[in-house]
């Protein structure tokens, strides 16, 4: 009916937005966790997710070890997961310190 009609579509267009929004937080969250290993003097390894299918920023970049945030960030050209790589919001890589 029209009803479910109505809510399927705003259903399918709030997956969408948050869809739109997922990569944005993720961008956040791996740069927090670059500017909190920053001011911990730890090292960062940019991990990709075993599961997903990565593009040729994450291929270059990911999986390997990093001595600073600033030096990821050199290195890269100022790109981390989900910010600036070639799959955008739909990264799905994360960083993580080095302890």
């Known amino acids: 009916d029209e009803g479910a009609a109505a809510l ?3 259903l399918l ?3 969408g937005r948050v869809g739109m929004a997922a990569g944005a937080w993720w ?5 927090t966790v670059g500017e909190a290993a920053k ?6 390894f940019w991990a990709r997710d075993e599961q997903a299918k990565h ?4 291929l ?3 999986e390997r070890e990093y001595e600073s945030w600033d030096a990821l960030l050199n290195e890269t050209g100022g790109v ?13 890589c994360v960083l993580q310190p080095v302890t």
């Not at 961008?27 to 740069?31: E, K, Q, V």
């Not at 001011?39 to 960062?44: D, V, Y």
């Not at 981390?80 to 799905?92: E, F, I, K, L």
């Open 8 to 10: 399927g579509g705003g």
């Open 13 to 15: 267009k709030f997956v």
């Open 27 to 31: 961008a956040l969250f791996s740069g």
């Open 39 to 44: 001011e911990q003097g730890l090292k960062l």
């Open 55 to 58: 593009c040729a920023t994450c």
């Open 60 to 62: 270059e970049f990911g």
């Open 80 to 92: 981390w997961p989900a910010n600036g790589t070639d799959c955008g919001s739909g990264c799905r």
